[in-house]
Nanobody, 120 residues
Framework: QVRLVESGGGLVQPGGSLRLSCAAS????????MGWYRQAPGKERELVAT???????NYADVVKGRFTISRDNAKNTVYLQMNSLKSEDTAAYYC??????????????WGQGTQVTVSS
């Protein structure tokens, strides 16, 4: 009954910006860590950024200084602001969230993915 729905992907030119959103819905008790991952064709899925329930953030080195992860707990939503985009950022971006639906019952949920293409 828990779903993560992503939005905000698209086609942008190098140097441009995009803001991804991921909203969780369903039978949610608590959302702990939320994050963004990405996967380019022929490559393994990699971590982009995470944000904990206490707002501690972590970023992959290749996006530090360009991407910002944030969350709105009231809306059960995590965002990824992507600036100074490069062609190397082209990938399918996936939202992830560890969600407790009840005491001691949790699961890592994934969004369906949203495509980000950076090209001139």
């Amino acid at each position: 009954q828990v779903r993560l729905v992503e939005s905000g992907g698209g086609l942008v030119q190098p140097g441009g910006s995009l803001r991804l959103s991921c909203a969780a819905s369903g039978s949610i008790a608590t959302i702990t860590t939320m994050g963004w991952y990405r996967q380019a064709p022929g490559k393994e899925r990699e971590l982009v950024a995470t944000v904990t329930g206490s707002a501690s953030t972590n970023y992959a080195d290749v996006v530090k200084g360009r991407f910002t992860i944030s969350r709105d707990n009231a809306k059960n939503t995590v965002y990824l602001q992507m600036n100074s985009l490069k062609s190397e950022d082209t990938a399918a971006y996936y939202c992830n969230a560890r969600i407790f639906t009840s005491y001691a019952k949790w699961y890592d949920y994934w969004g369906q993915g949203t495509q980000v293409t950076v090209s001139s």
